[in-house]
């Protein structure tokens, strides 16, 4: 059966970075694509960021690869990451050889849990002084997201995982949170140790290589993994998933570049990563890794695209990729 891939490339560099991945993803198998509009653009033309149909068409789709959406941003990919389902956010931070970056050692995995802990929205304006936030913290999706770092690391070529959090001040959030997957670890039999996540923000600058996977709640891992991305430069290059029990999502990190937008000369190389893991979401394991050794060599000799210090287009680039393909 020919899997079906929803094509969500929104607004700005989205139109030209998500189109890159798909002829990569043409050129490896065979898959049926549907595109559909969101962002700031169908917006203005229809007063909704996010039509009806393509909410349906990622909650249907077996995966949807989405680029960008400008100021509409929160009401595109919020609702989209529901319409997956999406409980886990996967983010990748690793340094490839022939790009500068602060930290040449690094090479993370953030799992980031994405339904709750302090952006479960429940936030109030109490009086003119006081507002107030709840923190909601389940033993279901704490242990839900240890079960899928559990077998992300038997997958891979992991030792084990990291959980970072603060359960010495939020005893109970964070300390349900960070015993409830230290107890699925050992369930498992998968090694699992833990750090502050303060410490962690220290120590990942100083000694990169010290870490590997690295398990957060939401709003650390939207911080630590934006933090970990400054280590291995350039948010071209950053790609990432957004996993449902049924269905999932992957983007690229970065936004939509208004810049640089419509010039042709964005970086491909975010989205084309992207790519690579939602072939490898699907079970297409050794196509995701011909992707990903095509992009490093890429990287390594070029062409580059300009914020890589390079003159290439984003054809350039993309083409380059698919010869080595
Ligand atoms: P948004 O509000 O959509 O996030 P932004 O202004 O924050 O837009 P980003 O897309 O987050 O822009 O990018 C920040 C900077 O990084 C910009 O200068 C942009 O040109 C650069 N950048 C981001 N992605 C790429 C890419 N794929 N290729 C080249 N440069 C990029
Ligand atoms: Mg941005």
């Not at 953030?110 to 389940?138: A, I, K, P, Q």
């Not at 120590?203 to 911080?223: Q, R, T, Y």
């Amino acid at each position: 059966m020919t899997e079906e891939i929803a094509v969500v490339p929104g607004d700005g560099i989205g139109q030209e970075v998500t189109p890159a991945a798909v002829e990569v993803l043409e050129a490896v198998g065979e898959f049926e694509f549907t595109e559909a509009d969101a962002g700031d653009a169908v917006k203005d033309e229809t007063g909704e960021a996010l039509p009806e149909e393509t909410y349906e068409l990622a909650a249907s789709a077996d995966a949807t690869l989405f680029g960008a959406a400008g100021e509409s941003a929160a009401d595109v990919i919020l609702p989209l990451r529901e319409a997956v389902g999406s409980f886990v956010n996967v983010r990748p931070a690793r340094a490839y050889p022939g790009v500068d970056a602060l930290r040449p050692e690094t090479d993370l995995v953030f799992l980031r849990e994405n339904t709750e802990g302090v952006y479960s929205g429940h936030e109030n304006r109490l009086s003119e002084d006081l507002s107030t936030l709840t923190r909601v913290v389940t033993s279901s999706a704490s242990e839900r997201l240890a079960e899928f770092a559990c077998e992300y690391v038997a997958e891979g070529d992991h030792d084990g995982f990291t959980v970072a959090h603060k359960a010495n001040v939020m005893r109970e959030t964070d300390g349900r949170f960070r015993e409830d997957v230290l107890a699925v670890a050992e369930e498992r039999g998968v090694d699992a140790d833990e750090v502050l996540m303060d410490a962690f923000a220290t120590h990942v600058c100083l000694d990169p290589e010290e870490f590997g996977v690295v398990v957060c709640p939401n709003l650390a891992g939207d911080v630590l993994s934006d933090l970990a991305a400054g280590l291995v430069g350039g948010l071209g290059l950053l790609p990432s998933a957004n996993i449902g029990e049924e269905n999932a999502l992957f983007e690229p990190v970065h936004g939509t570049a208004p810049d640089i937008a419509g010039e042709g000369v964005a970086n491909p190389t975010a989205a084309i990563l992207s790519a690579a893991m939602l072939l490898d979401h699907l079970g297409y394991d050794e196509e995701s890794e011909r992707v990903d050794s095509a992009v490093t060599g890429v990287l390594e000799e070029g062409p580059r695209t300009a914020d890589l210090g390079g003159e290439a287009s984003t054809e350039d680039v993309t083409s380059a990729i698919v010869d080595r393909l």
